[in-house]
């Protein structure tokens, strides 16, 4: 298995997850919340191949996929021969399942079975518990944004540029992309709030200054340029799509990074 990642290689704080609570109750019991995450966007294949050739490695795009792919295959032919296999990022272990009246039973397929888990490595739950979270005010249809960017288009995979990254000094139009975006409503917290994560810089923008308005995509320019490090972006809305507005603002908020680096970006 992995050994644990030495706390001198990570030099790169995480972006916080934002826990969403729903309210839940077994039967006879005190009711409870449980705590679940918002939409985060998945990597494919490819997106992770992409990822290695421009960080870290010399050999081709299609190389590495089709070596991972060559060794996806291997893994399942050595499990379907009854080997148990650890891959770096965990390891596969078979179990049986069901119960057996006595030691001299038969398997059963009808009432036993065999399964396949995966065991999380050291590294894996390491990094799992090293991100920092928040719990933020779940409602449901508030606004869902996943991107913020410098570009008038959502993120596509395969595509050559960092996701929910901005350039430091960048002032230009910032963009953000998602669902239920609408900054609607006359309540005194409606429109976009941009924070550091952790720090005392705010700034709020009012709906009147979002030029780009719809359940989609919102654009909006910045009072100033981002300082380096963690920010999160918040959309206050009381928008709904029926346009029966909500008696109260709801919440959507997703991270950026704005990167200590000098560069005019430009929305496309």
Not at 75 to 100: C, H, S
């Amino acid at each position: 298995m992995d050994k644990e990642l030495p706390q001198s290689k990570m030099t790169v704080k995480p972006g916080k997850l934002f826990v969403n609570l729903t309210k839940s109750q077994l039967p006879g019991q005190e009711p409870f919340y449980k705590g679940t995450l918002p939409f985060h966007p998945s990597l494919t294949l490819e997106d992770i191949a992409e990822r290695a050739v421009k960080n870290r490695s010399s050999y081709s795009h299609g190389t590495l996929i089709a070596s991972f792919r060559t060794m996806v295959e291997e893994i399942y032919g050595a499990i379907e021969d009854g080997f148990n296999v650890d891959f770096g990022l965990g390891r596969t272990e078979m179990t049986v399942k069901g119960r057996f009246k006595t030691e001299y039973e038969k398997f059963d397929r009808e009432r036993h079975a065999i399964c396949i888990k995966l065991r999380p490595s050291p590294r894996l739950n390491q990094l799992a518990g090293w991100f920092p979270a928040e719990v933020t005010p779940y409602h449901r249809n508030a606004p869902l944004p996943n991107e913020v960017s410098i570009h008038n288009d959502c993120y596509r995979q395969q595509e050559d540029r960092e996701f929910c990254v901005i350039p430091a000094n960048y002032t230009l139009p910032l963009f953000i992309h998602g669902s239920r975006l609408k900054v609607m409503g006359d309540h005194p917290e409606v429109g976009i709030v941009i924070r550091q994560e952790e720090g005392e810089k705010k700034y709020f923008i009012n709906p009147r200054m979002v030029f780009i308005n719809e359940s989609t995509h919102l654009a909006f320019m910045l009072p100033e340029p981002l300082t380096p490090g963690r920010w999160v972006a918040e959309v206050h809305s009381q928008y709904n799509p029926s346009y029966r507005l909500y008696q109260k603002p709801r919440v959507g908020m997703v991270t950026l990074t704005v990167l200590d680096i000098t560069a005019s970006g430009r929305g496309d």
